[in-house]
């Protein structure tokens, strides 16, 4: 006799829950086999290949759910979050905004829209969602993380803060919220964070969370000038990880390789648009600066950190693996139709700017595309930002990047970071060489904070566009930063993170002898040749 159908899904999403995969499997397999298509049961079988890293078969079987069940927006939700997974973000805009107009019900599907919106940059949409998720269930602490970290993006830190502290309050051993709570700075930080931070990495069971606590207590050693506590935090916040990804500099050496092997001439043979400004440099240089100061001007959208750019070059490119910023891809993406990729690319950001005359891509990793970028889209301004190399590795090694992409795997040792710098630094020499001097530029971190209106008038003129006042009130803008450099931003220009490598002078020889051997600076940590300055 069958089991009935009601029995059989029960059974499936209880397994499902309990992360028992293969009885889940044989229950929603057996709807299939004796009820026929069941969007239920396909929604289990979807969930099974996501939890096995299969998202692009999730999506496929969402899409026969959906089909059974088309005002359902849990499946819309979960279809846009598997899209996103293998970089589809053109398809993931229709989905979530499906998602949305069917009217979600459970605070699950308002958080998984809200999580798929806030990873499309739509920030501010997606606090309404997250403040949904936690109305309709108080008692999850990753839902109130998730509305700290929109809040935080928006500008509105208290409202973070207190988002934060419940999700912490819920589970105390929720470190991503602990070590947020103390990215906001020192006005929400007190001695018991600090106990339970100390305790917590004392009994630390990953390098995920040894690297968000030791992270979070050295910002709390710094802001209180105690730069030796700091560094053997940050020392042991990265121990671990950087014995798990056991770093190959030799590989990042044959990326930087790869993206210089330019044809001579460069096949330019893009459209002419000239509408996107892309922000690039080594990441925690000033990006975001540039990039809120652009778009204060009156004719530029902001777009965001975007992945667009590389993914429509790897899909050109058809190179295998998940990774868009490897040698292959960078190798055979000097064949792609150059035409077809601006085209690509411009198409891939409809969403996000609509029609506005100008937009800035601020991904600071696409400084390894200059050359592809240029030859799809010739018209393009891109503006590198450069900084001392010491405060630029400091910054790096200092900075708690996604865990879950392994192009920041340097940040986790000195040696590896001052050794990215210099094939950074190389490659932006081949760039000033090879690209024209009117569509690539370099700027100055220090130089804005020295000369804000020159160089901002500088800016502004190499990107075509006309002077307005308001550029210089950057930190007055209303538009989402989803950078570490959310909180900062939002004030006017400081110096004080200018020179802030002597405070660690002595912790830093590993990278000091690296950067001295290399020629970029001198024995006192002088920066020696920044050419581009007199370019």
């Not at 499946?75 to 997974?85: D, G, M, V």
């Not at 460069?266 to 100061?293: H, K, Q």
Request: glycine content about 6%; proline content about 4%.
């Amino acid at each position: 006799m069958n089991t009935s159908k009601g029995a059989l899904i029960d059974s499936a999403r209880a397994d499902l829950a309990a992360r028992r995969f293969e009885p889940a499997h044989r229950s929603a397999l057996a709807v299939l086999q004796q009820y026929g298509a069941d969007a239920e049961a396909f929604f289990v079988l979807a969930m099974i290949a996501l939890e096995h890293d299969n998202a692009g078969k999730a999506a496929e079987i969402l899409d026969r759910a959906i089909a059974l069940e088309p005002e359902d927006a849990r499946l819309h939700a979960h279809r846009a979050r598997c899209l996103l997974i293998i970089n589809r973000q053109d398809l993931a805009w229709p989905a979530v905004r499906e998602a949305a107009k069917c009217g979600p019900r459970d605070a699950l599907t308002f958080d998984t829209i809200g999580v798929v919106l806030t990873r499309l940059g739509a920030h501010a949409e997606a606090v309404e969602l997250f403040e949904t998720a936690v109305a309709q269930n108080p008692g999850d602490a990753n839902f109130y993380y998730n509305l700290g970290t929109s809040r935080q993006f928006s500008g509105d830190f208290d409202g973070a803060a207190e988002a934060y502290r419940q999700a912490i309050a819920i589970n105390p051993d929720l470190f991503k919220a602990s070590s947020a709570l103390v990215s906001l700075g020192r006005k929400h930080v007190d001695a018991a964070l600090e106990k339970t931070l100390e305790a917590s990495i004392a009994k630390s069971a990953s390098s995920e969370s040894d690297l968000h606590l030791g992270h979070a207590l050295a910002r709390i050693c710094e802001d209180r000038k105690d730069f030796v506590a700091a560094m053997q935090w940050l020392q042991r916040a990265k121990h671990r990880k950087c014995e798990e990804t056991r770093h190959d500099a030799r590989e990042d050496s044959r990326v930087f390789a790869a993206a210089a092997n330019m044809p001579t001439p460069l096949p330019v043979r893009g459209e002419g648009s000239d509408r996107p400004i892309f922000v690039v440099g080594m990441p925690r240089t000033g990006t975001t600066l540039v990039d809120r100061i652009l778009g204060a001007h009156s004719d530029v959208e902001m777009a965001g950190e975007l992945s667009n750019f590389s993914i429509q070059l790897k899909r050109l490119a058809r190179t295998p693996g998940g990774f868009v910023m490897d040698a292959p891809t960078l190798e055979a993406g000097w064949n792609v139709d150059f035409q077809a990729l601006g085209q690509a690319y411009e198409q891939s950001t409809d969403n996000l700017v609509g029609t506005a005359r100008r937009f800035t891509d601020k991904m600071p990793l696409n400084f390894m595309f200059a050359g592809h970028i240029h030859a799809a889209l010739p018209n393009a301004r891109i503006v590198c930002l450069r900084r001392h190399p010491l405060d630029t590795c400091l910054s790096n090694y200092r900075q708690l990047f996604a865990t879950s992409f392994s192009y920041y795997n340097y940040a986790y040792a000195l040696e590896h970071t001052a050794r990215y710098f210099l094939e950074f630094d190389r490659l932006m020499t081949f760039w000033r060489e090879h690209l024209p001097a009117d569509r690539f530029m370099e700027i100055g971190y220090e130089d804005i904070i020295a000369d804000q209106e020159g160089e901002t008038r500088r800016l502004l003129d190499h990107c075509g566009l006309g002077w307005e006042e308001a550029c210089l009130d950057f930190h007055q803008q209303d538009a989402a930063v989803a950078t570490a450099s959310s909180v900062q931003v939002r004030q006017p220009l400081y110096s004080s993170s200018i020179g802030r490598w002597k405070h660690y002078r002595d912790a830093l020889e590993p990278m000091i002898s690296v950067l001295e051997a290399g020629g970029v600076i001198d024995a006192d940590g002088e920066w020696l040749r920044p050419v581009w300055k007199q370019v």
